[in-house]
């Protein structure tokens, strides 16, 4: 049996590199997909999709939101001993609705207006998936004594 205070920490360190991974990733495609037309104008725009508002703040809230959700998650597989995919199941759509709730919330209030609502969706509950099967594999290899 694991103190609460180290399962929260490993959780919390387990998401956060989750995070990381994807988020890398995510950004490396993108600037793969851009720089296919031209390299110059391609890094171009790439540069000037991370200016926009919107996505640094949908991208910092969902750090904040995976890294709280992972001390929760590193409490319920480490001290609990639940299930961890249907922790990933459940993380994953808390982590959906809060960046969900927050772009709703700032595209309401900025009165912007978003065509493609279904594909925004279907991307982030891929990124949430991804980044919390990632977190709940470690979560789980961390609880064996294997914490790398």
């Not at 995070?19 to 171009?44: C, D, H, K, N």
């Not at 709730?101 to 594909?119: K, N």
């Not at 099967?133 to 790398?148: E, F, L, S, T």
Request: glycine share 10%; net charge positive; hydrophobic share 55%.
């Amino acid at each position: 049996m694991m103190l609460v205070k180290q399962a929260r920490s490993i959780g919390g360190r387990k998401a956060v590199a989750g995070f990381l991974w994807i988020f890398l990733l995510m950004e490396g495609l993108l600037l793969y997909v851009q720089t296919r037309e031209g390299f110059a104008y391609g890094v171009r725009m790439f540069l000037a999709l991370q200016s926009d508002r919107l996505s640094i703040g949908v991208v910092v809230v969902m750090f904040f939101t995976v890294f709280l959700l992972g001390r929760v998650a590193g409490k319920e597989i480490l001290v609990d001993e639940s299930n961890h995919i249907v922790v990933a199941l459940t993380h994953t759509l808390f982590t959906l609705l809060v960046c969900l709730a927050f772009i709703w919330v700032v595209t309401y209030v900025s009165h912007i207006y978003i065509h493609e609502w279904w594909t925004g969706v279907a991307l982030l509950a891929l990124i949430s998936g991804c980044i919390w099967m990632i977190a709940v594999r470690g979560i789980k290899r961390a609880g064996k004594g294997d914490g790398r």
